[in-house]
């Protein structure tokens, strides 16, 4: 089973960029689909994004076309690359991996520890 440890979150004024990582340990990172989701203060987790084995890729509508979801098989990492950030992104970052590209939480059965992202106005 892989293990996921994430980094890179941090504090960024709204506009600006970070790049998220999810480092896996354990074995067949490449035979996992990985996630991102996140969680607000307050509100329920949600779906970032997704990408399958064959690196197909899947946005949620908040952040299409702002966020970019890839995969190194030979470093073992998933990475989120977050542009255009506004406050609402403000959240705790958890990568994810299971055996499809779910945009549920619950075909995830391997959960990292979480990556705080605030976004200042």
């Known amino acids: 089973q892989v293990q996921l440890v994430e980094s890179g979150g941090g504090l960024v004024q709204a506009g600006g960029s970070l790049r998220l990582s999810c480092a896996a340990s354990g074995r067949f990172f490449s035979a996992y689909a990985m996630a991102w989701f996140r969680r607000a203060p307050g509100k329920e987790r949600e779906f970032v994004s997704a990408?399958?084995?064959?690196?197909?890729?899947n946005y949620a509508d908040s952040v299409k076309g702002r966020f970019t979801i890839s995969r190194d098989n030979a470093k073992d990492t998933l990475y989120l690359q977050m542009n255009s950030l506004k406050p609402e992104d403000t959240a705790v970052y958890y990568c994810a991996a299971g055996g499809s590209p779910s945009i549920r939480g619950s075909s995830y059965g391997t959960w990292g520890q979480g990556t705080q992202v605030t976004v200042s106005s």
């Open positions: 990408i399958s084995r064959s690196s197909s890729t």
